[in-house]
Nanobody, 119 residues
Framework: QVQLVESGGGLVQTGGSLRLSCGAPKSFFNINAMGWFRQAPGKQRELVAR???????NYADSVKGRFTISGDNAKNTVYLQMNSLKPEDTAVYYC?????????????WGQGTQVTVSS
C-alpha cells in the first residue's frame, strides 16, 4: 500500500521547535491537498494544519501563530514548522495527501512520527 514518507519528529523541551517533512510519491500528480494530523494517547486524531495545491492554508485554533505549513508542489512535499512547542503538542503526527481520482478523492496516510515536548 502506498504510504507517505514522514520525518522530523523527536523530543524537544517546552518552547522549542521542530520541523516535520512529508513526501508523497512522484506518481501523485493530482494532489488536491496535504495536511498534518495528530493523535495523542486516548484522544481522537485531529487536524493540525492543511494546505491546498493552490496554497490555501488552515490551522487548528490551538496551533495558530505557532505552526506554519508550507508545500513544494514540484516535490510533492509538505512541511510543518512547529515553534513555541508545548507539552500538549505531544502526539503522533500523521501526514495525509488527498488525491483527485475521477470525480472523487482518495486519502493516503503516512506512518506517523512521534513528537514529544517535555515540560
Amino acid at each position: 500500500q502506498v504510504q507517505l514518507v514522514e520525518s522530523g519528529g523527536g523530543l524537544v523541551q517546552t518552547g522549542g521547535s521542530l520541523r516535520l517533512s512529508c513526501g508523497a510519491p512522484k506518481s501523485f500528480f493530482n494532489i488536491n491537498a496535504m495536511g498534518w494530523f495528530r493523535q495523542a494517547p486516548g484522544k481522537q486524531r485531529e487536524l493540525v494544519a492543511r494546505i491546498t495545491s493552490g496554497g490555501t492554508t488552515n490551522y487548528a485554533d490551538s496551533v495558530k501563530g505557532r505552526f506554519t505549513i508550507s508545500g513544494d508542489n514540484a516535490k510533492n512535499t509538505v512541511y510543518l514548522q512547529m515553534n513555541s512547542l508545548k507539552p500538549e503538542d505531544t502526539a503522533v503526527y500523521y501526514c495525509r495527501a488527498t488525491i483527485v481520482v475521477l470525480a472523487s478523492t482518495r486519502d493516503y496516510w503516512g506512518q506517523g512520527t512521534q513528537v514529544t515536548v517535555s515540560s
